[in-house]
């Protein structure tokens, strides 16, 4: 059993790691590169006007992104016999057919043999309006895969930091104690203060020395990596009275155990009176919950609300095929699978409107029930009718059963074989399905989350994707294929707990 599973588990990652890299390939393939700043208006209009200024910040973004290796030539004289003659640019005047005054540049013979080894290693050289040139090569689908692999895995480590003017700088992993007292393994050197340190927080210990690195969010939410947009609390900060990292007392939002290294020349005042040394970075605390936090919320007391209306009601439709229950289960089945969902959903709406409830989640907000009735209801009652047919699909199956009639003709009575019999076989394709129910919840749900304007994961894909926003749309794509992947695994192992008869491992018989 131990070997299957490895073995399911060894496809899986196997299996997550090829949609990714597909999803990569027609994200930065087929997609124009220039879609990327179509939602970033302000600094396209900052820079309407200014070519030179418009070519560095597009190249330099492209390149972030992943999409191009972007040379200036500076980085680009690096490779020069002479530097200095690399970069020497000599400007003519001279007086244009129209009687404007215009320069012209000239470059030197050492920078035009590194413009002609560039060029034969497959970059395009362009040049500035005001002297100078870059050079740029778009990097082949296979390299784009291999540079997103590349840093995929973060790993914190006491010589990441580099800081020139901190020459001195201690570098060394330590057991020490937070600024609370409490134990906690501490860096120096590392990118983060705490590689391991514990909190009042779910899951309650928390690492920094090994993380997963999706790159950064861009056009929405820039300069935050993905993971950090999905995981970060949302609404207003949360300013407390805390011991500083330095002993002291103050009245502030920042958590401490967030904190990452800061560069020597980048430091001011305010960051000396409160930190001892350069981690002085933090994250803040927020009063609301993250994204993920509030569409899994909604999504698990939403299931289990369907699975307890859902499970009884197939169940009575069974040990009543032909009777109005039976039938009124399913008229309900009916309506409920023809119905457009966004239909019933502004339906629903309407209905809890005239009790009072709210129809927008930010009305009343996340500290007031009232704000979760509807959206809870909804995605429940709209789970009931596929959970409702099955369940009373493999009842009524297992009824015709060869045992059942053996059950019945030893005197057992009906309610005895529906409940010790019956249920038993007909609940274990339904137990398959649950971890799939219960970990995709972190998903969300696209319309009723925009409907109510609930700030949760329900809408971060498809709002990622119409603002080309790659990286969010690749991490997006890496988390849900791995949730549902693995968690058909895990329904598979949770079968053979509910009924011992079935082998996963078993093999075929023989011709």
Avoid at 415 to 439: C, D, T, W
Avoid at 454 to 474: H, T
Wanted: overall charge negative; some cysteine; hydrophobic content about 40%.
């Amino acid at each position: 059993m131990k070997k299957y599973i490895l073995g399911r588990v060894f496809r899986a990652i196997i299996a997550v790691f090829v949609v990714t890299s597909i999803a990569i390939l027609m994200v930065y393939t087929m997609i124009p590169k220039d879609n990327v700043f179509r939602d970033d208006t302000g600094q396209m209009s900052k820079l309407n006007g200014n070519p030179d200024g418009m070519a560095d910040f597009k190249n330099n973004k492209w390149e972030q992104l992943g999409y191009l290796d972007f040379q200036r030539q500076a980085e680009m004289c690096q490779s020069s016999s002479d530097y200095n003659a690399c970069m020497l640019i000599e400007e003519e005047p001279y007086v244009d057919e129209y009687g404007q005054d215009m320069v012209e540049y000239h470059y030197s013979d050492v920078a035009q043999e590194v413009i002609d080894q560039y060029t034969a290693d497959g970059y395009t050289v362009s040049y500035y309006t005001k002297g100078g040139f870059y050079a740029v090569r778009e990097y082949s689908g296979l390299e784009i895969i291999a540079n997103f692999y590349k840093n995929f895995i973060d790993i914190d480590h006491p010589w990441k930091v580099e800081d020139p003017d901190n020459p001195e700088m201690e570098r060394s992993v330590y057991f020490a104690t937070d600024y609370n007292g409490v134990p906690a393994i501490k860096c120096s050197g590392c990118e983060h203060n705490y590689l391991l340190y514990f909190d009042g927080s779910f899951p309650f210990i928390h690492q920094n020395f090994i993380g997963i690195d999706f790159g950064s969010s861009y056009p929405t939410y820039q300069n935050s990596s993905t993971l950090d947009v999905i995981n970060q609390n949302q609404g207003s900060l949360v300013s407390e009275e805390r011991t500083l990292p330095n002993g002291n007392t103050a009245k502030t939002a920042e958590n401490y155990h967030t904190c990452v290294y800061k560069q020597t020349s980048a430091l001011d005042s305010r960051d000396l009176n409160k930190f001892p040394d350069n981690y002085a970075t933090c994250k803040t605390y927020y009063q609301d919950p993250s994204m993920v936090t509030i569409s899994y919320m909604f999504g698990i007391i939403s299931l289990i609300l369907a699975y307890l209306i859902a499970i009884p009601a197939g169940v009575s439709m069974a040990r009543n095929k032909g009777k109005i229950q039976d039938k009124i289960g399913t008229v309900y089945i009916n309506i409920m699978i023809s119905l457009p969902s966004l239909a019933f959903i502004y339906f629903m709406k309407l209905i809890g409107f005239n009790f009072g409830l709210p129809d927008k989640f930010p009305i009343f907000g996340f500290n007031d029930l009232r704000s979760y009735i509807l959206p809870v209801i909804i995605l429940a009652l709209l789970s009931t009718s596929s959970v409702m047919i099955w369940m009373r699909r493999y009842m009524v199956d297992q009824s015709n059963a060869d045992y059942v009639k053996f059950a019945r003709a030893k005197g057992l009575s009906q309610r005895e074989i529906f409940r010790k019999h019956i249920l038993k076989n007909a609940i274990i394709p339904i137990v398959n399905g649950i971890p799939s129910s219960i970990i995709l919840c972190i998903s969300g749900s696209v319309i009723t989350e925009t409907v109510f304007a609930v700030p949760g994961m329900g809408k971060m894909l498809p709002d990622a994707i119409n603002s080309f926003n790659n990286n969010m749309v690749i991490t997006l794509t890496f988390i849900f294929t791995g949730l549902s992947i693995f968690s058909i695994l895990i329904g598979d192992l949770l079968m053979t707990v509910v009924d011992p008869r079935i082998q996963l491992t078993a093999k075929g018989g023989n011709d």
